[in-house]
């Protein structure tokens, strides 16, 4: 949080900034796991360890044959391990993603970074 004092020792109320020098924040990164069973632990899919920094995404999640099952522009992603079309209950297993990330880039311009790997839903 970031606080301004002014030259009479004011304070300005807390900011929700929580990273102000893009080279200073921590990478937007994805698990590789998660556990959408209800017991409120682990039971979204989420970035870590925190994404101020970042603009936007682009995120598709596809299972085994390729179909795609979710897909969201919200940085905090949450999926809840359900297909985004049927809204049921997607199987264990595993499951692929491309996350198209867009932050702040050393010049202070947005700049896209692509990730891309595999989820591990456990029940």
């Not at 893009?22 to 925190?50: I, M, Q, S, V, W």
């Not at 499951?95 to 990330?101: A, D, I, K, N, S």
Request: proline residues 7%; positive net charge; hydrophobic residues 30%.
């Amino acid at each position: 949080m970031v606080i301004s004092v002014n030259d009479k020792g004011i304070e300005s109320a807390k900011s929700n900034i929580v990273c102000a020098d893009p080279n200073g924040c921590p990478k937007y990164r994805l698990p590789n796991a998660f556990t959408p069973n209800g017991d409120e632990h682990n039971d979204k899919f989420r970035p870590y360890p925190g994404y101020s920094s970042v603009e936007k995404i682009n995120i598709r999640i596809f299972n085994r044959w390729g179909e795609l099952i979710f897909t969201t522009t919200d940085p905090a992603i949450n999926w809840d391990g359900k297909s985004k079309g049927t809204k049921q209950d997607c199987a264990e297993g595993v499951y692929f993603y491309t996350c198209e990330v867009f932050e702040p880039g050393t010049s202070g311009k947005i700049e896209k970074r692509t990730l891309k790997g595999a989820i591990h839903l456990l029940r």
